[in-house]
């Protein structure tokens, strides 16, 4: 299976809504891992099944207790929960506090999102930066994500970041503009500069903001999710997201074993 890691330059134009919509729309057994050491929102906006409060010592910070036996699909799960609606999630830290007693996790970690065999791995990895502790979770990812909206800031900081980026993945880089259905033509000017920077982003879309579909995502949802424009938007994302990371990653050509491959004695 696969890791997808979402995250945003700066701010937060909606990671974490993207990442629950993400997940519950993923057409297959997924785990939706909150790696942002600015603290879990998961834990305070959803609720598991029948609407019990989920644990909040139970996810990232219990799981690197645990894994200085070992880490693997049945510790991970273990470490996990279930939303109401069936998602699993591995909570994130309480606080930023907390990270610094993740010690060596984040690289392990991110070895064996990409390898569970589970299902896929969606990892919410919110704001990041050149020094940013869950960076080797998203180094890697088989795709990265980065989110922002239509605003020349957020843009600003989207091209910074993408700029150091590309040198430090090898992953498939995508770009969600999360913005109003109606500016279209502000989600063209994103596409524009990043035309201009002649950088790898090969997939790109646009996530539709609304507040009433948002709100489902916050415990405030009321009426028909399914009619709101941005899950409309985002089952088109998701599909598209999970095609990409269904394939085995290419193999790198190797111009000397296909000249003598294996087992040939000439």
């Not at 996990?80 to 909570?91: I, N």
Request: aromatic residues 4%; hydrophobic residues 45%; negative net charge.
């Amino acid at each position: 299976m696969a890791l997808v890691a979402l995250a945003s330059a700066k701010g937060s134009p909606g990671v974490t809504t993207a990442s629950l919509v993400f997940g519950a729309l993923w057409p297959r057994q997924v785990l939706l891992a909150e790696c942002d050491p600015a603290g879990s929102d998961v834990a305070i906006r959803m609720t598991g099944p029948g609407g019990a409060a989920l644990n909040s010592d139970r996810g990232l910070v219990s799981l690197a207790a645990a894994s200085r036996k070992g880490l693997g699909d049945e510790v991970i799960l273990a470490h996990s929960q279930q939303l109401d609606g069936g998602l699993d999630v591995l909570l994130g830290v309480r606080s930023p506090e907390q990270v610094g007693g993740m010690g060596g996790l984040w690289h392990p970690l991110g070895i064996t999102f990409n390898q569970m065999q589970h299902g896929d791995v969606l990892a919410d990895c919110g704001r990041i930066g050149a020094s940013s502790p869950q960076l080797p979770v998203i180094q890697s990812a088989r795709l990265v994500v980065l989110m922002c909206s239509a605003t020349g800031s957020s843009v600003a900081h989207l091209r910074e970041r993408l700029s150091t980026l590309v040198h430090h993945v090898d992953a498939q880089l995508g770009v969600v503009v999360v913005a109003d259905p109606k500016q279209r033509d502000a989600v063209k000017q994103v596409w524009t500069v990043l035309d201009a920077m002649s950088l790898p982003v090969r997939h790109r879309w646009h996530l539709a903001y609304d507040q009433a579909g948002a709100a489902f995502f916050d415990g405030r949802g009321h009426g028909r999710l399914d009619k709101t424009p941005l899950i409309r938007t985002a089952t088109d994302i998701t599909a598209e997201m999970a095609s990409l990371v269904s394939a085995p990653p290419p193999q790198d050509f190797d111009m000397a074993n296909a000249a003598f491959p294996p087992g040939d004695d000439r």
